[in-house]
């Protein structure tokens, strides 16, 4: 069973790849892809903000 630090860290570097995908699917105007990836993005935040990660500093997108 993972532990706390485990989960935090896969969702880190989850949330990590979810915004490089989002920043790729803006710059090519795949509006269906943003907006998947934008569902999967805010449910990763809404877990790393409960978790107590301060996202300031890392979230690119801003949303």
């Keep these: 069973?993972?532990?706390?630090?485990?989960?935090t860290k896969t969702a880190l570097d989850d949330?990590?790849?979810?915004?490089?995908?989002?920043?790729l699917a803006r710059k090519e105007n795949?509006?269906?892809t943003y907006a998947k990836l934008?569902?999967?993005y805010l449910t990763i935040k809404a877990l790393l903000s409960v978790s107590g990660v301060?996202?300031?500093?890392?979230?690119?997108?801003?949303?």
């Design 15 to 23: 949330f990590k790849k979810i915004q490089e995908y989002m920043l």
């Design 54 to 63: 301060n996202l300031a500093d890392i979230d690119k997108i801003k949303e």
């Design 1 to 7: 069973m993972p532990t706390g630090i485990e989960v």
């Design 38 to 40: 934008k569902d999967e």
């Design 30 to 32: 795949a509006k269906e």
